[in-house]
Nanobody
Framework: QVQVVESGGGLVQAGGSLRLSCAASGIFFSIDAMGWYRQAPGKERELVAS???????NYADSVKGRFTISRDNAKNTVSLQMNSLKPEDTAVYYC???????????????????WGQGTQVSVSS
């Protein structure tokens, strides 16, 4: 019903940049917050950045000043611009979208969090 697909991962040297993109598609009323999480081997999944439907952003302390999250509400996409990448940024990055389903009356229904399949980001030292 709803698909969330990431793209843009890859291998980059420390200090380099990478831009991740994510698109949500399907049938829904609206998308509330969208965000990026990451999970490195042996570590818990952690929030990297999130952005509300109104454009308010939140970043993990470890990426503040280096990463920028943005979204295009008309296209149902969210991007993560990653600059000054460090080896510790290496992880699988997952996009999420908080999707409000359409109700039978044409109004917004319950909100569900959907996840993308993940995209690998590897930063070499």
């Amino acid at each position: 019903q709803v698909q969330v697909v990431e793209s843009g991962g890859g291998l980059v040297q420390a200090g380099g940049s990478l831009r991740l993109s994510c698109a949500a598609s399907g049938i829904f009323f609206s998308i509330d917050a969208m965000g990026w999480y990451r999970q490195a081997p042996g570590k818990e999944r952690e929030l990297v950045a999130s952005i509300s439907s109104g454009g308010s952003t939140n970043y993990a302390d470890s990426v503040k000043g280096r990463f920028t999250i943005s979204r295009d509400n008309a296209k149902n996409t969210v991007s993560l611009q990653m600059n000054s990448l460090k080896p510790e940024d290496t992880a699988v990055y997952y996009c999420n979208a908080d999707v409000k389903k359409s109700s039978s009356l044409g109004a917004g229904g319950p909100t569900y969090r959907y996840w993308g399949q993940g995209t690998q980001v590897s930063v070499s030292s």
